[in-house]
């Protein structure tokens, strides 16, 4: 059986439709299925029965409607997986392509059209060089009341806000804050602000909070850039952040620092 065949009979009707600002979402196993689909329509005959597919690289772009579903697809959506799928279709289709290779990039946005597949894909005839690894990277904090004064950044996706954890008005735990705000810091929201690192951009993006709405700026070179909740804006080393009236530097380490 394979590896994507054992995770559909494990998740069962588990994770089966996933609720995403209150309308039905796509199966994370329709969007495998549906990638892989789309993706072997581009095998090519090159006569007398032979088959070739011309690419070597998919850059696959998941559109998710809110940090529960990215953090869902990132969890069940996996590249290896897809890549090892991959190969076996292409192999049933007569190609021998053992050296393709799928990347998944998860990123939150507004869905305006229900109709629209929720991913769109980056065709590649030659791989592109990819970061080896995530750079190592903080937050420093330059104004406000904090948890710390530094924060390394250790993971691809850091929250910000205050309080170092939200709590539903049911008492249940909504998410952990890994730069937390003293509750004084009244200009700084519960939930403000994310910071995602994209591998396939090699970077990393600040987000504001959709349930912010004190706004998120970045601030460079003498312009404030406003941050929104679906496209973020890429962060560059030396970049200040402003979450109302707090403020925190993001700095990415350079070699022999």
Same mark, same amino acid.
């Given at each position: 059986?394979?590896p994507?065949?054992?995770?559909?009979?494990?998740?069962?009707?588990?994770?089966?439709k996933?609720?995403? +600002?209150?309308?039905?979402?796509?199966?994370?196993?329709?969007?495998? %299925?549906?990638?892989?689909?789309?993706?072997?329509?581009?095998?090519?005959?090159?006569?007398?029965?032979?088959?070739?597919?011309?690419?070597?690289?998919?850059?696959?772009?998941i559109?998710?409607?809110?940090?529960?579903?990215?953090?869902?697809?990132? +969890?069940?959506?996996?590249?290896?997986?897809?890549?090892?799928?991959?190969k076996?279709?292409?192999?049933?289709?007569?190609?021998k392509?053992?050296?393709?290779?799928?990347?998944?990039?998860?990123?939150?946005?507004?869905?305006?059209?229900?109709?629209?597949?929720?991913?769109?894909?980056?065709?590649?005839?030659?791989?592109?060089?990819?970061?080896?690894?995530?750079?190592? +990277?903080?937050?420093?904090?330059?104004?406000?009341?904090? /948890?710390?004064?530094?924060?390394?950044?250790?993971?691809?996706?850091?929250?910000?806000?205050?309080l170092?954890?939200?709590? /539903?008005?049911?008492?249940?735990?909504?998410?952990?804050?890994?730069?937390?705000?003293?509750?004084?810091?009244?200009?700084?929201?519960?939930?403000?602000?994310?910071?995602?690192?994209?591998?396939?951009?090699?970077?990393?993006?600040?987000y504001?909070?959709?349930a912010?709405?004190?706004?998120?700026?970045?601030?460079?070179?003498?312009?404030?850039?406003?941050?929104? /909740?679906? %496209?973020?804006?890429?962060?560059?080393?030396?970049?200040?952040?402003?979450l109302?009236?707090?403020?925190?530097?993001?700095?990415?380490e350079?070699?022999?620092?």
């Amino acid at each position: 059986m394979k590896p994507l065949d054992k995770l559909e009979q494990m998740l069962g009707g588990v994770f089966r439709k996933i609720p995403a +600002a209150g309308s039905q979402a796509w199966e994370p196993i329709e969007i495998r %299925r549906e990638i892989i689909r789309e993706i072997t329509e581009h095998v090519q005959s090159k006569g007398g029965g032979e088959y070739i597919f011309p690419f070597a690289e998919m850059a696959v772009e998941i559109f998710a409607r809110d940090p529960t579903e990215q953090q869902t697809f990132e +969890a069940l959506l996996d590249a290896a997986e897809l890549t090892e799928e991959l190969k076996s279709q292409l192999r049933t289709r007569g190609c021998k392509m053992d050296n393709v290779t799928v990347l998944i990039d998860v990123v939150q946005i507004e869905v305006n059209d229900e109709a629209a597949k929720p991913f769109r894909i980056e065709y590649r005839r030659k791989r592109v060089e990819h970061p080896s690894a995530r750079p190592t +990277a903080r937050l420093v904090v330059l104004q406000g009341s904090a /948890s710390e004064k530094e924060l390394a950044i250790d993971r691809d996706l850091v929250y910000v806000g205050r309080l170092n954890e939200v709590k /539903s008005k049911s008492g249940g735990l909504e998410r952990r804050n890994d730069l937390a705000f003293a509750d004084t810091e009244t200009t700084v929201s519960r939930k403000h602000a994310w910071l995602r690192y994209h591998p396939i951009e090699g970077k990393f993006r600040v987000y504001n909070d959709p349930a912010c709405s004190l706004g998120t700026q970045v601030f460079r070179d003498g312009r404030i850039i406003v941050c929104d /909740s679906t %496209r973020g804006v890429q962060l560059r080393s030396g970049d200040e952040l402003h979450l109302g009236n707090a403020q925190i530097r993001f700095e990415i380490e350079t070699t022999g620092e």
